[in-house]
């Protein structure tokens, strides 16, 4: 079947066709460096520690104070109920997270040792007083 054109329209069909398929292999292209740029991460993959765990790397650097001490790496992990080679692998070598749970249980960790900081440290606007001692 054959269709009579007007011999203007069929090289604008023409220039159409190839307008199509220099969009295509732009889309093409286009898709193929997106894909490069950003590495397929499986639905439901765990994350690990780097660049794209910013709330992890600021939980981990508030953490590193309270495992200067002799045995507190062995107690967080009693705490958190891994061995206390996982905790090296958290905050050491970062080659790994917690599941959410043991999050969330060193968040309020955290919390705790900073409300005992707090309790613990006098007042800097209050001095020492002795009531009733001579001078």
Known sequence: ?????????????????????????????????????????????????GGDTPLWNALAELSRPLLQRRGARAILARELGVHRARVGEYFDKQSAMPDAERALRLVVLLARAARRETKSAPPANVRNTNIGAEP
Do not use: C, Q, W, Y
């Not at 054109?5 to 460096?33: N, Q, S, V, Y």
């Open 1 to 49: 079947m054959s269709t009579n054109l007007h011999p203007r329209l069929g090289a604008l069909f023409d220039l159409a066709a190839i307008l199509e398929e220099a969009a295509r292999e732009m889309t093409k292209a286009a898709r193929k460096r997106a894909n490069e740029r950003r590495p397929r991460v499986r639905r439901g993959a765990t994350l690990r520690p």
